[in-house]
């Protein structure tokens, strides 16, 4: 879906990007995460053209992103920054109007689609559709940010720091609210955080960056427990033990884990982690919860017990 061959972004003779490349698969979403200066919110910004790359070439759905005006290109891509972008003089319901009334839909269908998304994000719209960004808490900003970015259901979605400006327990939510709204199932998604925990929790792929280059790309557990450099291995040391946790799901362990039956008690699913399992756990103060693989249909039981010993096994075998 999006390809990046060889960019580079220079300023004033410092090379902020240097020649990197990368692929991001329909449907899956790519994690750009390190520290601050790393490049990162520079290579999403080139994949819209907000920055225009030094060199290089990028194609999206095949097509090269050099090959039309960057309004038009951008009226495709949904864009989600941390200070939410929305206009103060604007309504919800306005604000979220903006790029549907400059494709020229017709006002019903506005409505219809606005009122959709902000029911899945749990903004009810007769009590939010008219309020400004100003009578809004900081996560309700963000909903209705990711809300403007969705309503034209543009495939690619581009994401930085979405949730960087909210307090920890605000981020913790909306970011379970993102990762299941099933809005973005077949969304495209790139998204740029510093936030290592939120990386694990979002990437299908992560990128890690350092200096301008991508030091290593691969999946929560590849860059876990396969690191490729000293860096990468540095990188995590800080929250290790609760990074191997997010990184392990319940499909990778699925073989050690006991058969259960009743489907309607699960309350997992395999795709999720054990570090979610842990979480779930502690919440409802249970003993065991019910593990569901959606492929297969297959349900298996997890206790605190058994995430321990499948762990501590996995960590002795390496």
């Not at 200096?211 to 999946?219: E, L, R, S, Y």
């Amino acid at each position: 879906m999006i390809i990046a061959q060889n960019i580079s972004k220079d300023f004033n003779g410092i090379h902020a990007v240097k020649n990197i490349s990368f692929e991001v698969k329909e449907g899956r979403t790519m994690v750009f995460l390190g520290t601050s200066g790393c490049g990162k919110t520079t290579t999403l910004k080139m994949l819209n053209r907000l920055i225009e790359p030094s060199s290089g070439k990028i194609t999206i759905n095949g097509q090269d992103i050099f090959s039309s005006k960057p309004e038009i290109l951008r009226r495709s891509i949904g864009y989600v920054s941390q200070n939410n972008g929305l206009f103060p003089h604007y309504t919800v319901a306005e604000n979220i109007a903006v790029v549907p009334n400059l494709l020229g839909w017709d006002k019903n269908e506005i409505n219809e689609r606005s009122d959709a998304l902000l029911k899945q994000l749990k903004l009810p719209v007769e009590e939010y559709a008219n309020k400004y960004p100003d009578e809004l808490s900081g996560g309700q900003k963000q909903r209705v940010a990711i809300a403007r970015a969705l309503v034209s259901d543009p495939p690619v979605l581009l994401m930085d720091e979405p949730f960087g400006a909210l307090d920890p327990i605000t981020r913790a939510g909306i970011r379970k609210e993102f990762r299941e709204l099933p809005e973005l199932k077949s969304k495209t998604i790139v998204l740029v955080t510093h936030d290592v925990q939120e990386a694990f929790e979002l990437g299908d792929q992560i990128c890690l960056m350092d200096n301008g280059i991508i030091v290593q790309t691969g999946t929560p557990y590849e860059l876990i427990f396969n690191p490729t450099n000293d860096f990468s291995k540095s990188f995590f040391n800080h929250q290790r033990l609760q990074l191997e946790l997010s990184a392990l799901k319940f499909r990778n362990i699925w073989n050690d884990l006991a058969d259960a039956e009743n489907a309607s008690a699960a309350s997992l699913d395999s795709s999720q982690s054990l570090w979610e399992g842990m979480e779930l756990l502690s919440e409802m103060n249970e003993e065991k919860l019910i593990v569901k693989d959606e492929e297969s249909n297959s349900l298996k039981e997890i206790t605190i017990q058994t995430i321990q010993s499948v762990y501590l096994e996995i960590k002795r075998k390496r």
